[in-house]
């Protein structure tokens, strides 16, 4: 098992920054890859970025560019570091990690960007 905990959220003027944290803890060395996906109010669940256990990363267009993903092993935490945020950034931001025991989900983390 692998639990995930995000923080970072908040609210945010257009063209500002945040970063988000996503710690991970249980089965640690299981983990593969490390996933970043948001949710708006009445859309699906969006796919947006990933690094995998050797620090490749690949984003969806929407974010290329303006976020950044990374992780600190020592620290067993990832990052998404997000800057030039828009109004449609806004949503729930949710971690996820692809183990060798399955998928785990964070609780997520709300951001707003205001316009």
């Known amino acids: 098992q692998v639990q995930l905990v995000e923080s970072g959220g908040g609210l945010v003027q257009a063209g500002g920054s945040l970063r988000l944290s996503c710690a991970a803890s249980?089965?640690?060395?299981?983990?593969?890859?490390m996933n970043w996906y948001r949710q708006a109010p009445g859309k699906q669940r969006d796919w947006i970025a990933t690094?995998?256990?050797?620090?490749?990363?690949n984003y969806a267009d929407s974010v290329k560019g303006r976020f950044t993903i990374s992780r600190d092993s020592a620290k067993n935490t990832a990052y998404l570091q997000m800057n030039s945020l828009k109004p449609e950034d806004t949503a729930v931001y949710y971690c996820?990690?692809?183990?060798?025991?399955?998928?785990?989900w964070g609780q997520g983390t709300q951001v707003t960007v205001s316009s």
């Open positions: 996820n990690a692809r183990a060798n025991t399955g998928g785990y």
């Open positions: 249980g089965a640690i060395s299981s983990i593969n890859d």
């Open positions: 690094i995998s256990k050797r620090g490749g990363t």
